[in-house]
């Protein structure tokens, strides 16, 4: 089902419903109870399976990646307690990025761009739902965000093994957020490209190819921007289940967030610059044109003004007999040419100085 026909479906539906994308693989449910000592991984089928990781005492994650089972998810809500508005906002995309509280549970949906970001394209969607003992994040296909979360947990030494899952959804929003640097990184060399070539071939192409890239950041811009509220949000609120200490992660993530949030705006104002200059070059190239051919034919005009004359054939004409009178027309007018040609560049409408 495509994504305007979910949205028409989403006119009038009861609150909690889900709409998942027939393109969405089946649910793969992955996870990890830690503590200092012990990691415990697997995967299961059976939501009900999971039951006894919401009631342990041992931090948990369970990653869900793939919305392509309605029953699964709802189970999983179940196990779990989740409020059906918090699994409708997890499950439903696109949302707006939010840092939203539930009575047992913190909602963070985060955007983030996968491998390149090109035009029509949407970014995915990450949920985090963050509870006292347990975090459960769902991705609508396997993307591959926390694989270095994963590694680093695995890492008895690290300090993810010692701190709870609100550090935990930290090092997640981290991951999330980390993805939009290489996104910058390739904006930014293709901006310069632009800018190079510019002055050399000023083309509709190149200006396609700018409005592109004006269309791609303002569409991260649109994005991002609800993001950096969002950690603003996590990063003073004030809950039992992110403690004070970990809210100053919390800030630092959204100081990177601000930090990206800041470049996508000078890429916008730079390209927007850069189109300017686009369009200047080639108002200006086309008025060199203009100018040109309004020159010649101004050269033309005594010209053709004298063959109009001789061309009239009447027989008292004295220079129609004229044994010279053909060299002599030519020659004087050839001259006319050459003189209105030396006063256009006196003038500096033809090259040399500047006009007055």
């Known amino acids: 089902m495509s994504e305007s026909a979910l949205e028409a479906l989403r006119i009038n539906a009861r609150p909690g419903t889900l709409f998942v994308a027939e393109d969405s693989p089946p649910p793969r449910i992955r ?67 939010k840092a939203q509280r539930y009575p047992d549970h913190l909602l963070i949906v985060i955007h983030a761009p996968h491998e390149s970001f090109g035009q029509g394209e949407r970014l995915p969607q990450v949920a985090i739902l963050l509870a006292r003992d347990y975090i459960v994040t769902f991705q609508e296909h396997r993307y591959g965000f926390f694989d270095d979360v994963r590694e680093r947990l695995a890492n008895p030494q690290g300090l993810l093994r010692r701190s709870g899952p609100a550090y935990l959804a930290y090092a997640l929003v981290d991951a999330l957020i980390d993805q939009y640097y290489p996104l910058m990184a390739e904006l930014a060399e293709e901006l310069d490209a632009i800018e190079e070539e510019i002055f050399e071939r000023a083309s509709p192409e ?26 603003h949000q996590l990063a003073r609120i004030d809950s039992p289940l992110v403690p004070e200490p970990i809210r100053i992660y919390f800030g630092d993530v959204e100081d990177h967030a601000r ?10 104002a730079s390209a ?51 044994r010279l009178g053909y060299p002599v027309v030519m020659g004087a007018m050839a001259v006319l040419a050459v003189v209105m040609v030396v006063w256009f560049r006196v003038r500096g409408w033809l090259g040399g100085p500047s006009g007055r």
């Open 31 to 97: 996870y990890f109870e830690y503590d200092e000592d012990v990691l415990e991984a697997g995967e299961v089928e059976d939501p009900e399976e999971l039951r006894c990781y919401a009631e342990t005492e041992r931090p948990t994650w369970v990653d869900i990646q793939g919305f392509g089972d309605e029953a699964c998810l709802r189970e999983v809500g179940e196990v779990f307690g989740i409020h059906s508005l918090a699994l409708a906002d997890a499950v439903n995309v696109p949302q707006r990025a």
């Open 206 to 231: 190149l200006v396609a190819r700018l409005h592109e890239l004006q269309r791609r950041t303002t569409q991260l811009l649109r994005i991002h921007r609800p993001q950096v509220d969002a950690l």
């Open 259 to 268: 930090q990206i949030l800041g470049s996508l705006e000078a890429a916008r």
């Open 272 to 322: 927007t610059d850069a189109m300017g200059a686009i369009l200047a070059l080639l108002g200006h190239r086309q008025n060199e044109v203009m100018k040109v051919l309004t020159l010649v034919g101004t050269i033309f005009i005594p010209l053709t003004f004298v063959v109009g004359i001789y061309g009239m054939n009447f027989d008292y004409m004295p220079e129609l007999r004229h």
